[in-house]
């Protein structure tokens, strides 16, 4: 895929603020999109299209309390494919947002992570425009050092139980847990 893009935007920051934000008009040449196979309903083919977007791209960081930081992005973007009547199984509005407690000199994190993102329109085999379901995804994350190189970390993720397809047939990974062993370089 070839992209040009043309933005403008502002950034910048006042005591424990920190934002950015840009608007901008991207073209692009052989972007894939993806469409069901119709000999196989489980596989898919990729679309080449050329066209352009509009886009809206906003983050800030913002220190909420001593040790407490809340991190957001959201992105929005307006699709014109020349031969395509959608972007399919493409985005075109994603959020994350991040709460995060770092104690003890840096020593444990406690986060809570949310993530959207707009159901993304697809093609049934028969030819029908349809929607998945959007991405609602809230996890819980938290970590502990023991030393300045070896911790533990345990997450608990998609709280919410959304079980949405990224793509058609393949739903995500509904409630679950891990837990392990961190190592960083000093």
Do not use: C
């Not at 947002?97 to 444990?108: F, N, W």
Request: glycine share 12%.
């Amino acid at each position: 895929m070839v992209s040009r893009r043309l933005y403008g935007g502002v950034k910048g920051n006042s005591g424990t603020l920190v934002f950015a934000l840009t608007g901008g008009y991207t073209s692009f040449e052989g972007m894939a999109f993806y469409l069901q196979d119709e000999d196989n309903e489980e596989q898919f083919l990729p679309v080449y299209d050329d066209g352009s977007y509009l886009g809206i791209e906003g983050s800030i960081k913002f220190e909420l309390l001593k040790f407490v930081v809340l991190r957001a992005q959201l992105s929005q973007r307006f699709y014109m494919p020349d031969h395509e009547a959608k972007p399919w199984h493409v985005p075109s509005l994603d959020f994350s947002g991040q709460m995060t407690y770092s104690g003890g000199g840096d020593t444990y994190h406690v986060s809570v992570l949310f993530n959207l993102e707009n159901g993304l329109p697809y093609r049934t085999v028969g030819g029908t425009e349809k929607v998945l379901d959007p991405l609602i995804d809230l996890n819980l994350h938290g970590d502990y050092y023991f030393s300045k190189s070896f911790g533990v970390f345990a997450e608990v993720n998609n709280i919410l139980g959304n079980n949405r397809e990224r793509w058609v047939n393949y739903p995500s990974f509904g409630f679950n847990a891990k837990a392990g062993i961190l190592f960083r370089l000093p």
